[in-house]
């Protein structure tokens, strides 16, 4: 795993503490042995208690409504790929709902005091979440998992396979579902996300089955292989990198690789033209609606 590897542990002392915090890797830094992180991983033991307090009040309020979510990243990890639910900080709450009763949970969490924070568009059908916050929390209420059309992940399927989770009254994906999930996240952000995220990645990889033929129909294969590569690079293999993957300076944050590089991953990590073109439909529909 990415960050039990020898060759990441020393990197710990090495790093700067304001890179460390950037990625959410501080309660890990500190469980690894790296003592100046503890405050983090207080803090981060303190979030959790009212994060699951805050996460069965919206499971219960939808629950009332016949609606059973799904747990995706951050609050599905905590507590299961890891066990100390302090070591897996995060900075909202995503849940995935079926897209019929999409409007029905949007509802039902406004009357508990939550808003819509996000632009207009969110609200399209072809759009994949909707941003909502309240004074103490904020949620990502997702219909999809990507823009829809630029992915061929068959929700049907994940919801067939889903599994009671941690968290009475919400599912959990199937382990190679969840891990492809995560994969497809990853992609959709070009791979530009907190570095906590490549190492949910490896756990993640660990505990699913043979992804290959999956990962196929679901048109990720090139999504795997671009994660697979940005690990070997944080771990020290610069040899795997493509020419367009990006450098690792760009994994740590601190260098933005230009647009055109962007609209090329975009391209290279999700379904190639196919997604670049139901990506492209799917922002003109929301916005030309909203």
Avoid: C
Wanted: glycine share 8%.
């Amino acid at each position: 795993m990415l960050d039990q590897a020898p060759a990441v542990r020393p990197s710990w002392q090495a790093l700067p503490g304001e890179l460390v915090r950037r990625h959410l890797l501080g309660p890990l830094a500190y469980e690894a042995g790296a003592v100046q992180f503890r405050s983090d991983h207080v803090m981060s033991a303190v979030q959790a208690d009212r994060r699951a307090e805050l996460l069965q009040e919206v499971v219960d309020t939808l629950a009332r409504q016949g609606i059973v979510p799904l747990l995706l990243k951050g609050v599905a990890y905590a507590g299961t790929i890891y066990p100390n639910v302090a070591a897996r900080p995060m900075s909202d709450i995503d849940l995935l709902v079926r897209p019929s009763r999409f409007e029905a949970a949007f509802k039902a969490l406004r009357r508990i005091g939550f808003w819509h924070v996000g632009g207009p568009h969110q609200r399209s059908p072809a759009h994949h979440a909707l941003t909502l916050k309240r004074r103490d929390a904020a949620i990502d209420l997702h219909r999809h998992i990507v823009h829809a059309g630029r992915s061929r992940i068959d929700l049907d399927d994940l919801w067939r396979r889903a599994r009671p989770s941690h968290v009475a009254g919400a599912l959990r994906a199937a382990p190679g579902d969840e891990y492809l999930l995560h994969v497809a996240h990853l992609g959709r952000h070009e791979l530009s996300v907190p570095l906590v995220n490549f190492v949910d990645a490896a756990r993640l990889r660990v505990r699913a089955d043979d992804v290959t033929g999956l990962a196929r129909e679901w048109g990720l294969e090139h999504t795997i292989g671009a994660v697979d590569r940005a690990i070997a690079l944080l771990l020290g293999d610069r040899g795997s990198r493509r020419p367009w993957d990006p450098e690792l300076a760009e994994l740590l944050g601190v260098l933005s690789p230009p647009r055109a590089l962007q609209i090329l991953r975009k391209i290279m990590y999700m379904n190639g033209m196919r997604g670049a073109f139901g990506l492209g439909i799917a922002v003109g529909r929301s916005r030309a609606r909203w």
